[in-house]
């Protein structure tokens, strides 16, 4: 069956980096009905993170709270008795994003004996303390002797996921290392906790966070093995046996909204909750993924996702090195998904106009300046100033790795560069630089996956760079060589979550048949331009040779 048009509705709950967003939308066509959200209170305050350390963590609370405040409001918004029908919700959360948690399966920092420390709390995706400890997962994968479990994983284990976060606690020896039962994705608590669960070893597995950052594949029963987490650290085992061996694809029900949460949102019980999963894979369902696209998720950081047939039966999986992991059912059932991306995309420009604005924050230019609208001023005008130059004679090749490289190859390690600076290089001109920076990213991503045997043939974008950046669009499409397909939704993981809602409810039989019926239009299409790809594609190589300057001389 299909939603029927004004009867079904389901909601897609989108945690981000920031916020999080609610959408309710029909389930019939994707009509918007309400759309809400809501800024995490703590991390805005900068609480329990140290930038200088790489240390970013987030307190369940603050996931708890902005969760029924925005999905409040957006019933509210959608009125009516739009509430009485909805079908059902599911979650993406950012990741990896995990925590330690107690036996409940409740995150350590809802505890009053860790209720201020940073280590009981998410370690949000973009927190790089553990680069030690992704290198020496690394090394033992490669020398201990056994299965490398590292070899569905890009064959590169970074510090921004699960095992190597979960070691830098432990290695601590501090209090919640030691009180930890079991260690939780973002993205399964909350699913968890809509559905009531109150026991760790009830707790649903995600395949897509458990596949791309925990090393779980079924040619191995499930994670790797106690004698290779042993060598690492044997507490690691002993959390790792807390985890069970079965995963879920997000097609899959966790279960039903629990007493609790359906009276705080005012929900029936019988409302299906989702598999939840990471929001770049759901968010390639909400944008515009099928066979031979690259969905590019623009935002902070990047996420390309694709999607792939299954081998034939008795051949081996082609595996992609340099990548976020391959995994059957990351995206959808019967297919492999496929994960890359960039640790910094709109970070850089971020970076860029915090530098700029240091004067109006310190305030060196007077009572009267308004610093946050000095800054919000920022960007827009270098975009325009920055259209205006010519390429071919900037001169100015920066690094991306501003906070370290994700694909090709992950290096949380590396750091970001600026060549061919002059007395006569503007602001303009670094804007511009670093915009093509993260443009040759995408374009080493791109390169990559076609000499590993990924065909891409399409790329499709969505996200905030991708809808308010004409200037980052043309310059993306012009060095990668191809067309760039932009949804016209704001919210493309939200999106991207309802339909996946829509087809656990029964809706529709699967998220692509959800996607058909539910999907938002392209907005735009950015097309290459000849001239100027001509020129891009010398200046890529000056990109490169800097990048392989910086990664043997900077890094030493």
């Known amino acids: 069956m299909n939603g029927k048009k004004g009867q079904d509705y389901v909601i897609g709950i989108d945690f981000g980096s920031d916020s999080v967003r609610a959408l309710i939308v029909d389930a019939a ?71 330690l948690a107690d036996e409940s399966g409740a995150p350590l920092a809802l505890s009053p004996a860790f209720s201020e420390d940073p280590d009981a709390m998410f370690m949000l995706w973009k927190d790089h303390t553990a680069i030690a400890q992704a290198e020496r997962i690394n090394t033992l994968a490669k020398t201990w002797g056994g299965v490398d479990y590292t070899m569905y994983e890009g064959g ?28 939780v994705e973002h993205c399964d608590w909350m699913t968890a906790l809509l559905t009531g669960v109150t026991k760790a070893a009830s707790i649903r597995r995600s395949r897509c966070a458990m596949g791309h950052k925990a090393m779980w594949h079924a040619s191995w029963g499930g994670y790797p ?39 705080r949102l005012g929900l029936a019980t019988d409302v299906i909750v989702g598999m939840g999963a990471f929001d770049a894979h759901i968010g390639a369902v909400g944008g515009d993924i099928a066979p031979g696209t690259l969905l590019k998720i623009m935002g902070t950081s990047t996420c390309d996702i694709m999607i792939g047939p299954k081998p034939a039966a008795n051949r081996p999986e082609r595996l992609v090195a340099g990548i976020c992991g391959q995994v059957d059912g990351s995206v959808v059932g019967g297919m492999i ?33 308004d610093a946050a609208a000095f800054e919000d001023r920022i960007l827009p005008a270098l975009e325009a100033e920055a259209a205006k130059i010519n390429p071919a004679q900037s001169g100015v090749v920066a690094l991306d790795w501003l906070n ?153």
């Open 29 to 99: 066509d994707g009509e918007e009905r309400g759309a809400a959200v809501s800024a995490y209170r703590r991390w805005a305050r900068g609480d329990y993170c140290d930038p200088q350390a790489n240390r970013f963590r987030q307190h369940p609370l603050d996931y708890v709270e902005s969760l029924e405040e925005c999905v409040l409001a957006s019933l509210a918004q959608a009125g009516g008795e739009v509430a009485a029908r909805v079908r059902g919700i599911t979650i993406d959360t950012t990741g990896s994003t995990p925590c």
């Open 404 to 556: 370290g490289r994700r694909t090709p190859d992950a290096d949380q390690a590396l750091t970001g560069a600026i060549a061919g600076l002059s007395l006569g290089t503007d602001a303009p001109s670094l804007y511009r630089a670093l915009i093509e920076a993260a443009a040759f990213g995408s374009r080493a991503i791109v390169e990559r996956m076609r000499a590993e045997g990924l065909p891409v043939e399409r790329v499709a974008a969505v996200g905030g760079v991708a809808r308010k950046s004409p200037l980052v669009m043309q310059i993306t499409a012009d060095i990668l060589g191809m067309d760039i397909a932009v949804s016209s939704s704001d919210q493309s993981c939200a999106l991207g979550a309802a339909m996946f809602a829509a087809s656990v409810a029964g809706l529709y039989p699967g998220a692509l048949e959800a996607q058909k019926a539910m999907g938002a239009p392209i907005e735009r299409v950015y097309r290459p331009d000849r001239e100027r790809r001509a020129t891009y594609d010398g200046i890529f190589e000056k990109y490169k040779a800097l990048g392989a300057f910086a990664e043997k001389e900077m890094m030493r």
């Open 225 to 263: 093995s106690a004698a290779f987490l042993d060598r690492l650290d044997p507490r690691l085992s002993e959390l790792a046996a807390s985890l069970g061996t079965q995963t879920y694809t997000t097609e899959e029900a966790a279960g039903k909204l629990c007493p609790e949460w359906a009276k």
């Open 337 to 369: 998904g496929y994960e890359a991306g960039q640790s910094a995309f709109g970070d850089c420009f971020a970076w860029l106009r915090r530098i700029l604005a240091w004067p109006a924050r310190a305030g060196l230019l007077g009572a009267g300046i």
């Open 156 to 183: 590169v284990y970074s510090s921004e996921w699960f095992w190597a976060k979960a070691l830098h606690i432990i290695e601590k020896r501090s209090a919640p290392g030691k009180a930890a039962a079991t260690i």
